[in-house]
């Protein structure tokens, strides 16, 4: 992988490959294309990944990559709100990703929003294993982005130091750049 310091994403992907088992379970909370749906079913070798997007537009566009990039089958593309992802994923998880705001390339109407993304990471975090993680990808540079930025960091920085871990990455010389915080429940 030709890995780059400044993308938050080459460094979430680099936290699910070291902390998540070939054979345990994952969720991409935020499916959008299906790059980071893809990427969870090319690691998780023997598991499964559960996917979520409230827009059909993201389901179909995932489905129809994760058939042209010869995905294996070990995949469930969900039509949800990601909130609601006890009522779809029934067991523990080993990983989780979110990659907040826009997805690319649309007409840029719907955007994440921070209740239903707080909601999420709360319910998420609650589902890790021990040793589980979950990595959020953070786009400051518009407005709903820089509030559920905050509240994530806030969400992240409260949690209880005896049962998670939680980080914070960011390009300190740029400050609206996307940042990524990340959560791992202490094993
Ligand atoms: N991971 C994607 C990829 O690899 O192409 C990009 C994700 S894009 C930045 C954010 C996605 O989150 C959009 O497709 C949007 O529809 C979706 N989204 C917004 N609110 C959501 C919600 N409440 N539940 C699930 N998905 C949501």
Redesign the pocket.
């Known amino acids: 992988m030709d890995y780059s310091m400044t993308s938050i994403l080459d460094v979430a992907k680099q936290f699910i490959t070291q902390l998540v088992p070939r054979d345990g379970v994952a969720v991409?909370?935020?499916?959008?294309?299906?790059?980071?749906?893809?990427?969870l079913s090319q690691w998780l070798e023997e598991g499964h990944v559960y996917a979520?997007?409230?827009?059909e537009?993201?389901v179909k566009?995932?489905r129809k990559h994760l058939k042209e990039w010869g995905a294996r089958e070990n995949y469930t593309l969900i039509h949800?709100?990601?909130?609601?992802v006890k009522e779809f994923v029934t067991g523990p998880i080993d990983g989780g990703?979110f990659?907040?705001?826009?997805?690319?390339h649309?007409d840029k109407v719907?955007?994440?929003?921070h209740k239903?993304?707080l909601a999420?990471i709360q319910t998420a975090t609650e589902m890790l294993k021990p040793g589980g993680v979950l990595v959020v990808?953070v786009?400051p540079g518009h407005g709903e982005g820089a509030l559920e930025g905050e509240l994530v960091q806030r969400l992240a920085a409260g949690l209880d130091s005896r049962r998670f871990d939680s980080f914070f990455y960011r390009l300190l010389n740029q400050p609206s750049a996307p940042f990524l915080v990340a959560i791992q429940r202490k094993k």
């Open positions: 991409d909370f935020t499916m959008g294309n299906g790059h980071d749906t893809f990427f979520f997007d409230i827009q537009e993201a566009s995932t949800a709100c990601h909130s609601r990703m990659n907040l705001g826009y997805l690319p649309s719907v955007t994440t929003r239903t993304s999420a990808a786009y």
